[in-house]
């Protein structure tokens, strides 16, 4: 294993990144995705691949590949669910 250099920066990494590449992908995504223009008060984001909707304060509102946001009135005549790991 190569020695850090003074120079290069040493981030601390959490020890389940080296043994879960899963981990990892999930992670960079995560840092990385930023939210769709749109949403607020009284809006639910839905995925429009997947038909789940996420509320304000999910971590994938607004934040998913395929999305809009809709009333959650609207999303559920469209037949849309909630995400079973989210708050009500």
Request: no cysteine.
């Given at each position: 294993?190569?020695e850090?250099?003074?120079?290069?920066?040493?981030?601390?990494?959490p020890?389940?990144?080296?043994?879960?590449?899963?981990?990892?992908?999930?992670?960079?995504?995560?840092?990385?995705?930023?939210?769709?223009?749109?949403?607020?008060?009284g809006?639910?984001?839905?995925?429009?691949?997947?038909?789940?909707y996420?509320?304000?304060?999910?971590?994938?509102?607004?934040?998913?590949?395929?999305?809009?946001?809709?009333?959650?009135?609207?999303?559920?005549?469209?037949?849309?669910?909630?995400?079973?790991?989210?708050?009500?």
């Open positions: 294993m190569r850090i250099l003074e120079t290069e920066e040493h981030v601390p990494v020890p389940i990144m080296y043994s879960d590449p899963f981990y990892r992908i999930t992670y960079l995504i995560k840092e990385e995705a930023t939210q769709a223009p749109g949403g607020g008060t809006q639910v984001w839905v995925n429009t691949e997947t038909h789940v996420h509320k304000e304060g999910s971590r994938w509102y607004g934040k998913t590949k395929h999305g809009k946001y809709l009333s959650e009135q609207d999303t559920i005549k469209e037949g849309d669910h909630a995400a079973k790991n989210e708050k009500q």
